[in-house]
T-cell receptor, first 117, second 114 residues
Framework: AQKVTQAQTEISVVEKEDVTLDCVYE???????LFWYKQPPSGELVFLIR??????QNEISGRYSWNFQKSTSSFNFTITASQVVDSAVYFC??????????????FGKGTKLSVKP | ETGVTQTPRHLVMGMTNKKSLKCEQH?????MYWYKQSAKKPLELMFV???????ENNSVPSRFSPECPNSSHLFLHLHTLQPEDSALYLC?????????????FGPGTRLTVT
């Protein structure tokens, strides 16, 4: 079975603090894809990153960085020097690489991040 | 218009009403999706369309009826809904659903069933 766990329901930080959002996934597939999405109060999910299961290289994009570790089935997301505009709900998601239901994105329950000035 | 658009953004309907949600994508994608986002549940996939053909129905009650007339438009027809159907309904699109592609989401329709 496929499953995504985001254990942190809510996180509150003060602006300029670094914050890490945890994501742990479960799958028996050898090929799969992991995603992070941001959902601001407006409601639209904004795509942030896709990671393939065979590429464990970590990625940095500006203040955002992602740490993918297959050994612990984790795909954590770090925001450096957080800003108020980072306040949103962040979702981690998993998708199978082959087989039935390839289109299915399996989402975690999300982590609500509040960044206070 | 760019990206994925959804109308209406807000909808209040009674349990005996019939209404439709509309989604349009301007990205040249071939796959479209309906998701339901309730307050206390993870995002749930409802339907998947690939090149206008329905490829996934995630055990959705028949009071939700999707329609995909072409690769750019997706509708969700609603009738005799229940209060527990109140939720944010999100539409998404991607290149063909079998590939390693991310999905792009619209802003959603906030549905309230009274």
């Amino acid at each position: 079975a496929q499953k995504v766990t985001q254990a942190q329901t809510e996180i509150s930080v003060v602006e300029k603090e670094d914050v890490t959002l945890d994501c742990v996934y479960e799958t028996r597939d050898t090929t799969y894809y992991l995603f992070w999405y941001k959902q601001p109060p407006s409601g639209e999910l904004v795509f942030l990153i896709r990671r393939n299961s065979f590429d464990e290289q970590n990625e940095i994009s500006g203040r955002y960085s992602w740490n993918f570790q297959k050994s612990t089935s984790s795909f954590n997301f770090t925001i450096t020097a957080s800003q108020v505009v980072d306040s949103a709900v962040y979702f981690c998601a998993l998708r199978r690489g082959y087989g039935g239901s390839q289109g299915n994105l399996i989402f975690g329950k999300g982590t609500k991040l509040s960044v206070k000035p | 218009e760019t990206g994925v658009t959804q109308t209406p953004r807000h909808l209040v309907m009674g349990m005996t009403n019939k209404k439709s949600l509309k989604c349009e994508q301007h990205l040249g994608h071939n796959a479209m999706y309906w998701y339901k986002q309730s307050a206390k549940k993870p995002l749930e996939l409802m339907f998947v369309y690939n090149f206008k053909e329905q490829t996934e129905n995630n055990s959705v009650p028949s009071r939700f009826s999707p329609e995909c007339p072409n690769s750019s438009h997706l509708f969700l027809h609603l009738h005799t809904l229940q209060p527990e159907d109140s939720a944010l309904y999100l539409c998404a699109s991607s290149p063909p659903s079998g590939g390693a592609y991310e999905q792009y989401f619209g802003p959603g329709t906030r549905l309230t069933v009274t």
